[in-house]
């Protein structure tokens, strides 16, 4: 089993629409976990961090469920510029900062 | 300021041919990492570098890998007698620290490919 799966997509999804990403994860010692973007043939990017209690920032909403292992992102009002691959990441306990990537969900966003 | 920078952008070898690869971190940053991401799939983490502590060499797929780091600068990745399977993007990032919540910034890669 792998340590972080997504679903890979591709969402297609029209401009203005709400589109909710999944991850699970396996470690439960995981500390951290984070949203990153990864534009085609780019560089991934940190998006955002997930917080226990849920965090927001503009259209981006993170949700993690620790007792399920669970992450979420819920984009709304979708734009053409939010087309791009999503990795989940989880980081294990173990004294550095050793990230964990997921494959990615891949979300096109169309007119 | 200036981001990770990495060198070269393209590599196309051939089968048992060597490569080295280049990533210059942020200035500053104390902490050094390589991942290799294989087409349609997420980061595989290779090595971490942490100021003058010894490297977690951990992610290393086989002894034909190898990377070196001088101070708190430039690493190499060393591939030695490659094969097709190493074809893929090679990308390092570096954070300022290596706490959990230094986030780690990432070069824009090195694209491998081993003919």
């Known amino acids: 089993r792998k340590e972080v799966e997504q679903d890979p997509g591709p969402f297609n999804v029209p401009e203005g629409a709400t589109v909710a990403f999944n991850c699970t994860y396996s470690?439960?010692?995981?500390?951290?976990f984070f949203w990153y973007r990864q534009d085609c043939r780019k560089e991934p990017k940190l998006l955002m961090s997930?917080?226990?209690s849920g965090n927001e920032d503009g259209r981006f909403t993170a949700q993690l469920n620790r007792a399920s292992q669970y992450i979420s992102l819920l984009i709304r009002d979708s734009k053409l510029s939010d087309s791009a691959t999503y990795l989940c990441?989880?980081?294990?306990?173990?004294?550095?900062?050793?990230?964990?990537f997921g494959a990615g969900t891949r979300l096109a966003v169309h007119p | 300021g200036a981001g990770v920078s990495q060198s070269p952008s393209n590599k196309v070898t051939e089968k048992g041919k060597d490569v080295e690869l280049r990533c210059d971190p942020i200035?500053?940053?104390?902490?050094l990492y390589w991942y290799r991401q294989r087409l349609g799939q997420g980061l595989e983490f290779l090595i971490y570098?942490?100021?003058?502590?010894?490297?977690?060499k951990s992610g290393l797929p086989s002894d034909r890998f190898s990377a070196e780091r001088t101070g708190e600068s430039v690493s190499t990745l060393t591939i030695q007698r490659t094969q097709q399977e190493d074809s893929a993007v090679y990308l390092c990032?570096?954070?300022?620290?290596?706490?959990?919540?230094?986030?780690?910034?990432f070069g824009p890669g090195t694209r491998l490919t081993v003919l």
């Open positions: 990032a570096s954070s300022l620290g290596g706490a959990s919540t230094d986030t780690q910034y």
């Open positions: 470690n439960s010692a995981s500390q951290s």
């Open positions: 997930v917080y226990s």
């Open positions: 990441v989880v980081n294990l306990i173990g004294g550095y900062n050793k990230l964990i």
């Open positions: 200035s500053g940053h104390t902490a």
């Open positions: 570098f942490q100021g003058n502590s010894a490297p977690d």
